[in-house]
């Protein structure tokens, strides 16, 4: 039998689209003070706050988030995610309460029930410049500082701050005495600037999800009891006075007869800081070869020791992989703390509530997909959660030497919420999907997809070189999804606008069939229909009785280009699809 294949097919639309490597940051420096009562679950501080305006907008005015205001019952917080609680799926979601309410079963309805003495609140009571007093507006979780002297383009203010705040029971992330016992997991906790960026300000209130911030240098003292040992997103820099295992070999801690500590932290081109206190936590390192210095910080529980070294262990294994794959971590430290109520990301540190390898892997490889990177969270959550479900899912496929497809998991999530009747657009705003379904497979799940299918398209081969293109191109400056598709392009030479087009902004779905065979004078004649509305360029690989194989591969006109051909199958490139509008 003559094996010429003959196959007929069908496609669509075009765009444009923009990258700017050279984009403009906004700079900060923090310089934070402050006092820590165990007692009472309050501190109060001081924050110094050096502030450069990049941009060519002369500011008149600045906002700060006052995170923690939305653990008080009635906040947008609570009221979201009770409504969100009125809502009943049956596709199954490890985050949903076991009634299959829509609500995080983190969050429920804990809020509302908060006391007056376990409610968090951040109060700020002055924000000076050249010690004249602001006007201040407080928008529940943004904080509005109308500017007596407007910032200009290129210029720089100082603002002097002073706070206090009250650490809320554990709800989300951030608070004190959690499940597991920890006393202090303190995220979020500080006045933090707002980010105003090429889109202006992103002064998104703090109801649920995703964070974005300025890059800049943090100096950071924390007076504490002398009994509690803290961990923290960064260097400590007087950890010889310190000691509890901080200190350099052979060194000596100073004694100290006072009832407090002064932990002083110091991290440098970062948009966050992160840090946890117990007086029962311990310590172990490892030290990567040609990377960094690992922490990790638990609750000293003998039961679950070995688990806590097994995840350092594994830790020190997964971080070559990571560096080789997606590359190198530009920092000494990373630590990972228990604390918080599963696992969060922030700048060379982690809380995460157990010790779960898949989750630390997970938590560190947002230092790429957020903390180096930076994206927006709120506007594109899979580029952040999604690109760190791929990047995380691939390491531990590579730590356990798993053969095949190693991202089924993660389509049947994504299968599942094509067909719930749930899916909204990957490109929906974090804070404004419909259910927290959508936005948990949509951000994770879709977003992970991307990737995975960005290697079909352009072929794996120049997928793993993009990803460390992008990675280079775009470190420190807050890309976006043009950013990226530019990125992919450049490295492919296809264009590939169309793609995001499709697969994030809309919720059009892949589906193809193979539709008549026939053998039409001696010539074997498949057709390859498009069931569903989103156009791809399709590979067929057919397999004869004898065993061989023939890869006949469509590219889609709108890629402009095909991708190279990757394995020892013999292969027939055919004719591009021809457009048509859907």
Same mark, same amino acid.
């Given at each position: 039998?003559?094996?010429?294949?003959?196959?007929?097919?069908?496609?669509?639309?075009?765009?444009?689209?923009?990258?700017?490597?050279?984009?403009?940051?906004?700079?900060?420096?923090?310089?934070?003070?402050?006092?820590?009562?165990?007692?009472?679950?309050?501190?109060?501080?001081?924050?110094?706050?050096?502030?450069?305006?990049?941009?060519?907008?002369?500011?008149?005015?600045?906002?700060?988030?006052?995170?923690?205001?939305?653990?008080?019952?009635?906040?947008?917080?609570?009221?979201?995610?009770?409504?969100?609680?009125?809502?009943?799926?049956?596709?199954?979601?490890?985050?949903?309460?076991?009634?299959?309410?829509?609500?995080?079963?983190?969050?429920?309805?804990?809020?509302?029930?908060?006391?007056?003495?376990?409610?968090? %609140?951040?109060?700020?009571?002055?924000?000076?410049?050249?010690?004249?007093?602001?006007?201040?507006?407080?928008?529940?979780?943004?904080?509005?500082?109308?500017?007596?002297?407007?910032?200009?383009?290129?210029?720089?203010?100082?603002?002097?701050?002073?706070?206090?705040?009250?650490?809320?029971?554990?709800?989300?992330?951030?608070?004190?005495?959690?499940?597991?016992?920890?006393?202090?997991?303190?995220?979020?906790?500080?006045?933090?600037?707002?980010?105003?960026?090429?889109?202006?300000?992103?002064?998104?209130?703090?109801?649920?999800?995703?964070?974005?911030?300025?890059?800049?240098?943090?100096?950071?003292?924390?007076?504490?009891?002398?009994?509690?040992?803290?961990?923290?997103?960064?260097?400590?820099?007087?950890?010889?006075?310190?000691?509890?295992?901080?200190?350099?070999?052979?060194?000596?801690?100073?004694?100290?007869?006072?009832?407090?500590?002064?932990?002083?932290?110091?991290?440098?081109?970062?948009?966050?800081?992160?840090?946890?206190?117990?007086?029962?936590?311990?310590?172990?390192?490892?030290?990567?070869?040609?990377?960094?210095?690992?922490?990790?910080?638990?609750?000293?529980?003998?039961?679950?020791?070995?688990?806590?070294?097994?995840?350092?262990?594994?830790?020190?294994?997964?971080?070559?992989?990571?560096?080789?794959?997606?590359?190198?971590?530009?920092?000494?430290?990373?630590?990972?703390?228990?604390?918080?109520?599963?696992?969060?990301?922030?700048?060379?540190?982690?809380?995460?509530?157990?010790?779960?390898?898949?989750?630390?892997?997970?938590?560190?490889?947002?230092?790429?997909?957020?903390?180096?990177?930076?994206?927006?969270?709120?506007? %594109?959550?899979?580029?952040?959660?999604?690109?760190?479900? %791929?990047?995380?899912?691939?390491?531990?496929?590579?730590?356990?030497?798993?053969?095949?497809?190693?991202?089924?998991?993660?389509?049947?999530?994504?299968?599942?919420?094509?067909?719930?009747?749930?899916?909204?657009?990957?490109?929906?705003?974090?804070?404004?999907?419909?259910?927290?379904?959508?936005?948990?497979?949509?951000?994770?799940?879709?977003?992970?997809?991307?990737?995975?299918?960005?290697?079909?398209?352009?072929?794996?081969?120049?997928?793993?070189?993009?990803?460390?293109?992008?990675?280079?191109?775009?470190?420190?400056?807050?890309?976006?999804?043009?950013?990226?598709?530019?990125?992919?392009?450049?490295?492919?030479?296809?264009?590939?606008?169309? %793609?995001?087009?499709?697969?994030?902004?809309?919720?059009?779905?892949?589906?193809?069939?193979?539709?008549?065979?026939?053998?039409?004078?001696?010539?074997?004649?498949?057709?390859?229909?498009?069931?569903?509305?989103?156009?791809?360029?399709?590979?067929?690989?057919?397999?004869?009785?004898?065993?061989?194989?023939?890869?006949?591969?469509?590219?889609?006109?709108?890629?402009?280009?095909?991708?190279?051909?990757?394995?020892?199958?013999?292969?027939?490139?055919?004719?591009?699809?021809?457009?048509?509008?859907?």
């Amino acid at each position: 039998m003559k094996r010429n294949i003959i196959v007929l097919c069908l496609l669509l639309l075009n765009g444009f689209l923009i990258a700017q490597p050279d984009r403009w940051q906004q700079k900060i420096k923090y310089s934070i003070n402050v006092k820590m009562d165990v007692v009472s679950n309050r501190f109060s501080g001081t924050e110094k706050i050096e502030y450069t305006n990049n941009s060519s907008d002369t500011l008149s005015r600045v906002f700060l988030h006052l995170y923690w205001n939305a653990f008080q019952p009635n906040s947008s917080m609570d009221m979201r995610s009770r409504e969100l609680g009125k809502t009943v799926i049956s596709e199954p979601n490890p985050r949903r309460a076991s009634d299959g309410l829509d609500w995080d079963s983190r969050v429920k309805d804990r809020i509302s029930k908060l006391s007056s003495d376990e409610i968090g %609140y951040q109060r700020v009571s002055a924000v000076l410049i050249n010690g004249a007093a602001q006007k201040l507006k407080e928008h529940e979780t943004i904080l509005e500082v109308i500017l007596s002297k407007p910032i200009l383009p290129k210029s720089k203010t100082v603002l002097d701050i002073q706070f206090e705040a009250q650490v809320p029971l554990q709800v989300r992330r951030s608070g004190r005495d959690s499940k597991e016992g920890i006393r202090n997991s303190m995220s979020q906790w500080y006045p933090k600037m707002v980010e105003y960026d090429y889109q202006g300000w992103n002064a998104n209130p703090y109801i649920a999800r995703e964070f974005y911030g300025v890059w800049g240098d943090y100096d950071v003292q924390i007076s504490i009891d002398k009994n509690y040992f803290v961990a923290a997103g960064g260097d400590l820099i007087n950890a010889n006075e310190i000691g509890l295992g901080y200190e350099a070999s052979g060194s000596k801690p100073t004694p100290t007869t006072s009832a407090t500590r002064t932990w002083k932290w110091q991290a440098n081109n970062v948009h966050d800081f992160m840090w946890a206190a117990d007086p029962t936590y311990k310590m172990i390192t490892r030290k990567v070869a040609n990377g960094p210095l690992i922490r990790v910080v638990y609750k000293a529980v003998d039961s679950v020791e070995t688990r806590w070294q097994k995840l350092a262990d594994t830790c020190a294994l997964a971080y070559p992989i990571m560096a080789k794959t997606f590359g190198n971590y530009p920092y000494k430290t990373y630590t990972i703390i228990q604390g918080g109520d599963g696992g969060m990301e922030y700048p060379m540190a982690t809380l995460i509530n157990t010790a779960s390898v898949e989750t630390a892997i997970h938590e560190w490889m947002h230092s790429w997909y957020q903390m180096i990177l930076g994206t927006n969270e709120s506007l %594109y959550p899979w580029m952040d959660e999604g690109f760190t479900d %791929y990047s995380s899912t691939r390491v531990m496929a590579t730590l356990r030497n798993r053969q095949g497809f190693w991202q089924d998991a993660t389509y049947r999530g994504y299968f599942a919420l094509a067909k719930s009747g749930w899916e909204e657009p990957a490109s929906t705003h974090s804070d404004h999907y419909n259910t927290n379904y959508a936005y948990s497979n949509a951000a994770y799940r879709k977003g992970a997809v991307f990737m995975e299918q960005l290697g079909y398209i352009i072929g794996d081969t120049a997928r793993d070189l993009f990803l460390l293109d992008y990675f280079n191109t775009w470190k420190f400056k807050h890309p976006n999804p043009n950013d990226l598709i530019r990125v992919a392009e450049k490295r492919s030479g296809m264009e590939l606008d169309w %793609y995001k087009e499709y697969w994030i902004n809309s919720t059009k779905t892949i589906d193809y069939s193979v539709g008549d065979i026939a053998v039409i004078d001696g010539k074997t004649s498949i057709t390859v229909k498009r069931v569903g509305k989103m156009p791809m360029p399709v590979d067929v690989l057919i397999t004869f009785k004898d065993g061989t194989q023939e890869m006949h591969y469509m590219p889609l006109d709108l890629m402009y280009g095909e991708k190279p051909k990757e394995n020892a199958i013999p292969r027939t490139v055919h004719p591009e699809w021809i457009p048509i509008n859907n």
